[in-house]
């Protein structure tokens, strides 16, 4: 109620950048202040319980409910996001060198559609930079993963080796890693996701994992995210060769660049659509990829999750996790409490115990 009564009203008559920018210092500086990772924790932070909190990837999830990608780019509000009750964030898309990202406007709202689009195009000050800031974190109550991606100006023939040298850098402070090939906003980007492209990709993500893995004497996983819109074909064809390529996972799915169903005016501007309009096509994309793995590849389920019955349904289509990103501007930080607690309702409704239980019920 806090945040849409009295925070929304301000952050909405900002232009979206503004407001986004605000959310990120404000969380900055609290999570900085003594005390303020607790008091943000008293005022939105979930509870542990037993029924959702998930042990995956060698790591422990306190609940499923994970900060998508793009919102803390450059890892700077870790203190203050694992504070507001995700049980799991991702940073990034990093680059290996920094980047402005595109022209402004490049964020705008649908409020009637409860959707967004951005053409952000990687902006975030690089990895190494990113480095710096995830080395000095003292704490971390929730798993870290660092979103990683290509620059701007890397041909599509040397993308493997912006995908190793973040890698590389960041290899110490994520606790695992997203390939990021589904991002509509850098050019040609998605045509990683196809053919020997793909394969050759993923062939050197593995290698220079195996590489920090045997250096570090710690071995971490790698998931890769994928886009919306692809045919039945090619999303059999990246299923494929991202399972045979043995990486830990995928996440399904990226913004979208598709427009159907819109009312608002800024459907027109070009970039990734996400929000409510997503969440079908997403939810249908990990029931897909859960089918032909046959739950054997972890998914984490991202596409307009707002409510907890949305997030249910990516679950029992085949979701260990889930993660949301636009629901948090329309909602605010409350939205957190409300998808855990009906969560854990719908999961006791339908007789389950423990949420691993519901992951791909659809399917049985
Ligand atoms: C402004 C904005 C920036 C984003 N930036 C990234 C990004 O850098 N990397 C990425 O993998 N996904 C990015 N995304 C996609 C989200 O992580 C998420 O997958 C998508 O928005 C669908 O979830 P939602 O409907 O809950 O927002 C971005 C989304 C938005 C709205």
Redesign the pocket.
Known sequence: MLYRRIAKPVFFKMS?ETA?HVVIGGLKYAGALPGGAATLRGMYGVKETEDLAVDLFGLHFPNPIGL????D?NAEAVAGFSSIGFGFM?V??VTPVGQPGNDRPR?FRLPPDE????R?G?N?LGAESMAERLAALKHRPVPVAV?I?KNKTTPNEDAHKDYEKCISALYPYADFF?V?I??P?TPDLRKLQHGSELKSLLEAVRAEMGVQAAKSGEAKSVLV?IAPDVSDEELEYMTDAIAASGVDGI?A???TISRAGLTHRNASETG?L???P??DR?TEVIGRVYRQTEGKLPIIG?????TSRDAYDKIKAGASLI???????YEGPEVNRALHAGLRELLRKDGFRHITEAVGADHR
């Open positions: 979206p986004h998508a990608a793009g919102l780019k991702e990034g898309t964020l959707a967004l689009v951005n952000m990687f975030n979103n991606g997203v990021n589904s991002s906003n995210k996440i799915t990226n913004t990734g996400s929000g409510k997503l969440r997403s991202s596409g307009g999750i707002f993660e949301i990103y636009t629901a948090l501007i």
